[in-house]
């Protein structure tokens, strides 16, 4: 029996660690898209400011 179950966690953990991977990078490409949004938002704002233009709509 203690083989059955070392067998299943060797079968999941390739699964797991993938998955957890794969969490990782999309969680880090969401995340910097959102900072380089903001930045470029706050840049926009700035810009719009000196020209002396009205604030942008926001969505």
């Known amino acids: 029996m203690d083989n059955f179950w070392l067998n299943a966690l060797w ?3 390739p699964t ?5 991977l794969f969490w ?3 969680r ?9 949004r903001e ?3 706050q840049i926009e704002a700035e810009e719009r400011a000196k020209r002396g ?4 709509e926001k969505k």
């Open 11 to 13: 079968s999941v953990t």
């Open 16 to 20: 797991v660690l993938l998955g957890l």
């Open 24 to 26: 990782l990078i999309i």
């Open 28 to 36: 880090s490409i969401l995340r910097s898209d959102r900072t380089e």
């Open 39 to 41: 930045t470029y938002a």
């Open 53 to 56: 233009l009205p604030e942008a």
